[in-house]
T-cell receptor, first 117, second 113 residues
Framework: DAGITQSPRHKVTETGTPVTLRCHQTENHRYMYWYRQDPGHGLRLIHY???????DKGEVSDGYSVSRSKTEDFLLTLESATSSQTSVYFCAISEYTGTSGPLDTQYFGPGTRLTVL | GQQLNQSPQSMFIQEGEDVSMNCTSSSIFNTWLWYKQDPGEGPVLLIALYKAGELTSNGRLTAQFGITRKDSFLNISASIPSDVGIYFCAGQLSGTSGSRLTFGEGTQLTVNP
């Protein structure tokens, strides 16, 4: 299994409060990704990072920000949580090589279940 | 954005039966991936396909990367109860911004002993 941990694994919070989710990897992979999973939508990309301090938006980035100050950590922040952000959040990692192959494949963490009341 | 059509959405089978599911896309990909997700866990990679036309096996699982690069199928032979879970296909495009995955909505597999 890829060395990916996510914390917390479960969180309940109230509307309007800030929330930060953490993804930690021990693989020294360059790329890290945040997805959300909702019924009927599968997994959708929120933000990703292609190196320390290098990040970009995915398809559902509104209401989320990210930071990556170290190779091993990728943080997802909800500045002011809303009920629509209740979801399961997954982190993934890959080591891009420029060509399609095993090191370019994404591996997922165990997920964080977030409930916004 | 790109969308993947994954079918069937759910399957209810008897232990020992074979299973087939597939994904189609309007766009081409340079990698097709199949993941399995158990309740409360993250998706786990089952099979990765890197070349059009490629046929790959992993134990009782066989998957193929369509020759048009717009589709893929996954077969499971002689199903067992631990095969229960949600199976996701994902098409991947690799570029300078990393690998971008597009997921199907999943196939929920139930295996009756």
């Amino acid at each position: 299994d890829a060395g990916i941990t996510q914390s917390p694994r479960h969180k309940v919070t109230e509307t309007g409060t800030p929330v930060t989710l953490r993804c930690h990897q021990t693989e020294n992979h360059r790329y890290m990704y945040w997805y959300r999973q909702d019924p009927g939508h599968g997994l959708r990309l929120i933000h990703y990072s292609y190196g320390v301090k290098d990040t970009d938006k995915g398809e559902v980035s509104d209401g989320y920000s990210v930071s990556r100050s170290k190779t091993e950590d990728f943080l997802l922040t909800l500045e002011s949580a809303t009920s629509s952000q209740t979801s399961v959040y997954f982190c993934a990692i890959s080591e891009y090589t420029g060509t399609s192959g095993p090191l370019d494949t994404q591996y997922f963490g165990p997920g964080t279940r977030l409930t916004v009341l | 954005g790109q969308q993947l059509n994954q079918s069937p959405q759910s399957m209810f089978i008897q232990e020992g039966e074979d299973v087939s599911m597939n994904c189609t896309s309007s766009s081409i990909f340079n990698t097709w991936l199949w993941y399995k997700q158990d309740p409360g866990e993250g998706p786990v990679l089952l099979i990765a396909l890197y070349k059009a036309g490629e046929l790959t096996s992993n134990g009782r699982l066989t998957a193929q990367f369509g020759i048009t690069r717009k589709d893929s199928f996954l077969n499971i032979s002689a199903s067992i109860p631990s095969d229960v879970g949600i199976y996701f296909c994902a098409g991947q495009l690799s570029g300078t911004s990393g690998s971008r995955l597009t997921f199907g909505e999943g196939t929920q597999l139930t295996v009756n002993p």
